[in-house]
């Protein structure tokens, strides 16, 4: 008959708003607000506050199940491990390491995370270690790095209420990361100009003062002719370009193909609101750019964000409270999972593999000969499961739900020798799996989480694991140790020691220094504050660099057989593949049915109602839904939230791959709708 | 999904009065003693009334909730009556003081927000004769005819856009 | 962030130990001050942990107090540090059965001024007070962005509040954080009410249901527009049917828990002010003249 109070950090998205559980008798049975944390200032969105619900779930795997055939067998942790142990490094020995992958997850700990890259790497001699920010933000960290020298938001989060313009562009925060919308919201409560650029009528561009419905794929061609148009009328900042800036010549020779007209034109939009967003973003004393899914989610991804960099910098919109380029982060997590190395061409801190020096410090620090080749992509991984990938250990992440094209991966996961599977559900992918190992949630573990603005926050544990379930670390620790590998750590805190001596950029963090409002990267030493914002005086590459962006139309546009535009996203109810969401009750009662968004006229073409159940079908596959009819959508397209297991949207998206960040373009691809008939 | 095809529903089949302007939309609840007598009284003499009203019968003014109220403006009604017994002749235990004193709280908050307290209409003991009614539901529906449309402020997608400067 | 004067801090914190060592609460719900000055809820149990009790920043506990007592065994005592919201929504919360008085030992913290004038509250101290001295209160009106919202013309206000309206992300944040908020099943949860599954919810339905729910009943708090995330100014929409019910009927929500809201009682028994009612009004009179 107790009730505590654990403040805790909330396990969806990449805010990291501070949440407080109240836990009553050993269980999490209410969410609340914490009014004294520095980013959500007692705010929650409608997950945040539903948080509690699934960690008592009944479906939540309490032991370790062996497959025989098509059942699972409970078994014992210890031979959970053997088995582990023995497969993934008899694998090995048979093909070599590179047969070996490992998918990392966006919501661990960064703990679990170093240790899950340091275990694949150091005991199996391979790089072939990935997470699911290739099917995110990928191409931020890979243009960003290239552009300004680092791959992370620039600024913090609260600096959105300085900003007197923002470019809010494939960016639906009101739904995906509400809590941002809100500082967005504050910044037009003091007289910002907020501009949306999304071909859906999102909510965001609702209450925006000007929305840019693009056409499908089309952000380059319009951010090439803001800026076209922003150079043409003296509006650059001369002077930052001149002091900070490299390859401005080469942009402005660049840009003398994108004419305001043609961009109009390619886009979509009139030339007089391309002029003004252009306008009033160049003219604002603080002007912020935000970006989300919209611009990554592409087979040009990589290159929207060089567009975006290159705009923010060419207005001087880089290096202050306010101004900066704002990528929202998608996981609790997955900056941490980056950051810590989760990724097949970097170790912690972003060292490249490829670097003799980097891979000379890690290998003396870890006692293992490492590979100097980068290694696989989740999606590479995948399409080679059964080839040149042979055993899987895939650690809370779920591709058979959040991979493109899903139908293909679930012919090849089937086909790995080995498939171990780490998570707190049954999810779609263990159920592939040949063992499972249940891990626990956000409230059963200590660690760290890096949101997105690179604030290092420490979790509390609230709640034990159910039945034998274990937390990640410790799983880790084990296999680890059943590979031969030293991990001697007796909590994540120590683990946080190992890091801090091996990334500079974290050299400072430490558990003890968290306690109160956590630290934001870089951090270098443990009397460093952290940083607010980034490229103060200098960027973290010296100069600014303008890349040129290629414009790359979507690969697969309508045609006759597939007369319609599909873009794939979120809805506020639910998170991603639903694990959580969809177990908990409150979520699940907003939102029960799968859906796709039709635009009205669409709808009335094909005689269908709001509610009708409908045939959705690409060249990949084929989904049965239920049709939504709304204006949010704009006609000739679809969109479908790919929360829900019963219809897969992603059984309908291309799998086709941004050549440099390797993102698949989940925002854009062909289908055809057909009517169920009774 | 419901509430989307209710709203279709109620929002469609504009009816024209005079000169061809869509009539407003009025919602009358009224109760089955004083309410209602007066109002079925003046449809068996078949008065001159304006077309565009529906009555729905309640047993007593205090079981009118305001959340109908709401739900009636959201849905496209323009306005709102309610039509019980004078304040010494209610049926069930003077319910019909609760009725009232609620439905005025209720035009404060819809003086509140803007809609305007105006568009509900509460008339107790005044419109239980036939001529009454009809005089009662004659000038509130023009009253209401003047008032500006509620269906730009209403809700949110499709039609609804609020101030956007194109 | 305002400071309370350590002065009011401490003497709260002697009645709560005092209140332990007596035992005569088995419990003092209060904010903690943790390592590193982190604040956070928590229910103190012995005296000597009350040298970190602290009295700021401002965080509603009422709704809490109350579920921490639905679900203790009958005979446990909830000690609760209120501020006069907090205080007003136990009394709203126990004339709705869902607390006894009896069960609570009221620890009454009087806010500073400035507190007063960031929630806009016209009442900042409890029944009782042990802590803090009272501050005489503002009026609503003082704020720029309220009054814009309930003063002028209607067509403008109507398009101010649904424009902000707009925003409203349907984190049910304000019902969450409400301490009159307590209905099981709640009609915002009933999709024949509100459409479920899209955002905004809707000012009509969501927003002025709520708020309707609450207008005999809302103690302002502004626990609602606390917990807002997109900055809607919640608790405006209550302030003049507030206001009403003082004119009308000389009530506030909160201040006597015998005195339960006028709106359910008769004319004779709760009359509008200045207006007289004859006797026969619930006596007689077939309803037919």
Sequence with gaps: ?678 | ?166 | MMTISHKSMEEIRIKARELLEKKDADGVLALRRGEEAVVAPHVFREPGEIGRLVTEPKWPLAKTAMRILQSSPRDFRLAVVVRGCDDRALVELAKRNQVTEENIRFIGLACTEEQAGRCLCERPYPRTIHGGKPQPGVHFLQDERVSSLLEGDPAERMARWAAILRRCIKCYGCRNACPICVCVPCKLEDDVWVEKGSIPAEMLVFHLIRAFHLSDACVACGACQEACPVSIPVMALQFAMRQALKDRYGYEPGLDGARKSPVLKNFLEEPETGKDYPAWITHGGTGHE
Aim: hydrophobic share 40%; aromatic share 8%.
């Design chain 1, 1 to 678: 008959m107790n009730d505590s109070f654990v403040r805790t950090i909330c396990p969806y998205c990449g805010t990291g708003c501070g949440l407080i559980l109240r836990v009553r008798d050993g269980a999490a049975v209410e969410c609340l607000p914490d009014r004294d944390h520095p980013v959500s200032r007692g705010h929650l969105c409608i997950k945040g506050w539903y948080a509690h619900e699934f960690i008592h779930h009944p479906e939540r795997l309490t032991t370790p199940l062996v497959r025989e055939g098509e059942r699972f067998r409970p078994v014992s942790w210890k031979e959970a491990i053997a088995l582990a142990a023995e497969r993934l490094r008899g694998t090995a020995e048979k093909y070599g390491g590179n047969a070996v992958g490992g998918l990392s997850s966006a919501k661990c700990t960064n703990e679990e995370n170093y240790l899950f890259q340091k275990l694949i790497r150091a005991a199996f001699g391979t790089n072939n270690v990935d997470h699911c920010a290739r099917l995110c933000h990928a191409p931020t960290t890979v243009a960003m790095a290239r552009s300004l020298g680092s791959g992370a938001m620039t600024n913090s989060i609260e600096h959105l209420a300085r900003a007197g313009c923002i470019v809010m562009i494939g960016s639906n925060a009101a739904e995906s990361h509400p809590i941002i919308m809100g500082e967005i919201y504050r910044a037009v409560d003091g007289g910002a100009t907020l501009i949306v650029v999304d071909p859906r009528k999102t909510a965001a561009a609702e209450n925006a003062r000007i929305h840019l419905a693009i056409r499908p794929g089309t952000d380059i061609p319009l951010v090439c002719g803001m800026m076209r148009h922003i150079i043409d009328s003296g509006l650059h900042n001369g002077s930052f370009i001149g002091e900070r800036m490299e390859g401005f010549e080469d942009l402005r020779a660049f840009l003398s193909d994108w004419t305001v007209e043609r961009a109009a034109r390619e886009s979509g939009i009139s030339e007089a609101a391309l002029r003004e967003a252009a306008e009033t973003f160049a003219r604002a004393r603080e002007g912020a750019v935000v970006y989300c899914m919209g611009i990554t989610q592409h087979a040009c991804g990589t290159a929207n964000v060089f567009a975006l960099c290159d705009l923010a910098m060419l207005c001087g919109h880089v290096g202050r409270e306010g101004s900066g380029i704002y990528p929202l982060r998608g996981q609790n997590n997955v900056q941490g999972a980056c950051d810590m190395g989760a990724l097949p061409n970097v170790y912690p801190g972003y060292q490249a593999v490829g670097d003799p020096a980097v891979r000379d410090k890690f290998r003396k620090a870890w006692g293992r000969d490492l590979s100097d080749r980068p290694g696989l992509t989740v999606t590479e991984m995948i399409g080679a499961a059964g080839e040149d990938i042979r055993a899987l250990y895939i650690m809370a992440e779920n591709p058979a739900l959040s991979d493109p094209d899903v139908n293909h991966v679930l012919e090849r996961l089937p086909a790995l020798d080995f498939l171990v599977v780490q998570d707190i559900f049954l999810t779609e992918t263990a159920r592939l799996a040949h063992l499972v190992l249940p891990g626990a949630c956000y409230a059963e573990k200590t660690g760290t989480f890096t949101n997105t603005e690179r604030r290092f926050q420490l979790l509390r544990k609230a709640v034990d694991p159910p039945g034998d379930a274990e937390d990640d670390f410790s799983i880790l620790c084990r296999l680890g140790g059943a590979l031969g590998l030293d991990f001697p750590y007796r909590n994540p805190g120590e683990v946080m020691e190992e890091i801090a001596a091996l990334a500079p950029a974290y050299g400072g963090i430490r558990h003890g220094r968290l306690e109160k409002a956590g630290i934001q990267w870089p951090c270098p030493n443990t009397e460093h504050p952290g940083t607010a914002f980034l490229h103060k005086d200098r960027f973290t590459r010296g100069k600014g660099l303008f890349v040129s962006p290629d414009h790359v139309p979507p690969r697969e546009s309508p045609d006759g057989d597939y007369p319609f535009w599909l873009s794939t996203g979120r809805m506020f109810a639910h998170y991603h593949t639903g694990t959580m969401t969809r177990r908990s009750a409150f979520l699940n009662r907003e939102q029960e049915e799968p859906y796709v968004e039709i635009h009205p006229e669409d709808a009335r073409k094909l005689t269908l109602e709001d509610g009708d159940p409908i045939r959705i079908t690409s060249r990949r596959g084929s989904i049965v839904t239920t049709a939504r009819v709304t204006g949010r959508v704009a006609r000739g397209s679809l969109f479908a939230p790919f929360h829900f297991t019963e219809a897969r949207a992603n059984r309908l998206t291309n799998p086709v791959l941004d050549p440099l960040s390797k993102i698949p373009e989940f925002k854009a691809c062909a289908a055809r709708v057909e009517k169920i008939r009774a």
């Design chain 2, 1 to 166: 999904m419901n509430a989307e095809k209710n709203k279709q529903g109620l929002q469609g089949g504009e009816k024209k009065g005079k000169a061809g302007a869509p009539s407003p939309k009025i919602l009358v609840f009224a109760c089955r003693w004083c309410g209602g007598i007066g109002a079925g009284r003046a449809g068996w003499k078949r008065m001159d009334l304006p077309v565009s009203f529906r009555v729905i019968p309640v047993e007593c003014a205090a079981l009118v909730e305001p959340d109908a109220i709401f739900r009636a403006l959201a849905s496209g009604i323009d306005g709102v009556a309610v039509l019980g017994c004078h304040i010494g002749g209610c049926r069930y235990n003077e319910a019909n003081h609760a009725a009232l004193k609620r439905l005025e709280l209720v035009k404060v908050l819809l003086d509140t927000a803007g809609i305007g307290g105006r568009r509900l209409l509460l008339a107790f003991g005044t419109a239980h004769e036939d001529h009454q009614f009809a005089e009662v539901i004659r000038n509130f529906h023009e009253f209401i005819g003047k008032e500006p449309s509620l269906k730009p402020w209403l809700g949110a997608g499709e039609d609804i856009f609020l101030r956007r400067e194109e």
